[in-house]
């Protein structure tokens, strides 16, 4: 139940050849069980892990062109690429360059490729080969048999949609997500036909895709044989400063949907919620589990900071973003500029 900092603002980006500890997070970084972790550090990608703070470049050169198709990633330029990286559980991992315009896959022998995206903003080519489909992609993940699902941007005003690029064949296709704005919520049915407003996914259980719906403010599952959409916590109202989420209906009480979700070793979903009255004061930060269509509050902070070795019960966090969930159980936030661990055993 102790928690523990394991990169830290000083002064600077987090950069190549520096201690993770050294350097400020601008943004939250991606991870995986075993506790390596990918940020963007300009126009190239790093790692460092739990327990080699030690900043690496596994991508990029620093050049801001998107070239090295078929070559070492660490020879290959980046078109201006978005902060979030996004680990392949197969090994490697992808990134979103060409300001959303390109998804480009590094493969575990460190071989860069395009696998999607022309490099021209755009949403079409669905039913054909992805690299030759215009996309404007802000969020991926991929699954464990290498499928890549990301968020296609929509029009202001509008919903988005999700599609699909094929690791086999290299084909694109339209996932999740209705282009009608006055499309129905869905849930039930197809996902296609469904109104969605996804923020960030994630693939949960058996590879069934998951969102954060940041239009109804819900947590959705998408199923990835049938397409059949449902929500699975969130009731569609704004959290507010008195909400009780222990012991509570999944679907009868708002979650807050921005501040990330994942699953954990037993994978099960894994919300970070925050709690504030309208002046800020009072925030409170928790992290909630589902089990079984019921919420659990496995921790809960004040707003405030604490020492690396604060028992977790006592501990003060400035804001909450979920990043991930160790093979250990310990949980990994990110509060302003800092990544910390929060050790276990967890209720």
């Known amino acids: 139940g102790l928690i523990a900092t394991i990169a830290r603002s000083r002064d600077g980006n987090i950069s190549p050849g ?3 500890t050294s350097r400020p997070v601008i943004s939250a970084p991606t991870m995986v069980a075993d506790g390596t972790f990918y940020a963007t550090s300009g126009s190239r990608v790093v790692t460092w892990s739990v327990e080699d703070a030690f900043v690496r470049v596994v991508a990029g050169t620093g050049s801001n062109v998107d070239d090295g198709d078929g070559g070492p990633a660490t020879e290959a330029g980046l078109s201006p690429i978005e902060n979030r990286v996004f680990p392949d559980p197969r090994g490697g991992f ?33 039913g054909g ?11 991926a993940a991929i699954d464990s048999a290498g499928v890549l699902y990301f968020i296609q941007s929509g029009e202001p005003g509008r ?19 209705s282009v009608d704005p006055q499309a129905p919520l869905g849930d039930g049915g197809d996902a296609r036909d469904a109104n969605i407003g996804a923020s960030r996914i994630a693939i949960g259980p058996n590879d069934d895709v998951y969102i954060s719906d940041t239009r109804h403010r819900r947590i959705r ?7 059949i ?10 959290v507010a400063s008195n909400t009780v989420h222990d012991e509570q209906p999944a ?7 921005s501040l990330g979700f994942m699953f954990d070793r037993d994978q099960r979903l894994i919300i970070g919620a925050l709690l504030a009255n309208a002046d800020q004061s009072n925030t409170v930060c928790r992290l909630v589990r589902v089990d079984n269509g019921v919420l659990r509050v496995v921790s809960e902070h004040t707003s405030g900071s604490s020492r690396d070795g604060t028992p977790l019960a006592s501990a003060r966090i400035t804001a909450l973003y979920l990043v991930g969930v160790l093979s250990d159980g310990s949980f990994v936030i990110a509060e302003p500029f800092v990544v910390r661990v929060i050790r276990g055993p967890l209720p």
């Open 18 to 20: 520096y201690l993770a």
């Open 94 to 126: 992808a990134v979103i360059s060409s300001l959303g315009a390109r998804i480009r896959h590094v493969d575990p022998d460190g071989i860069i490729r395009t696998v999607a995206g022309t490099g021209i903003t755009g949403n079409d080519g669905d």
């Open 129 to 139: 080969a992805a690299t030759d489909a215009r996309i404007d992609c802000s969020y």
């Open 159 to 177: 919903g988005n949609t999700i599609r699909r690029v094929d690791p086999g064949t290299g084909r694109i296709d339209a996932f999740a997500g």
């Open 221 to 227: 599952r998408i199923d990835r044989v049938t397409r």
């Open 229 to 238: 959409i449902t929500t699975v916590a969130g009731n569609g109202e704004l």
């Open 251 to 257: 679907l009868g009480v708002p979650v807050t949907v």
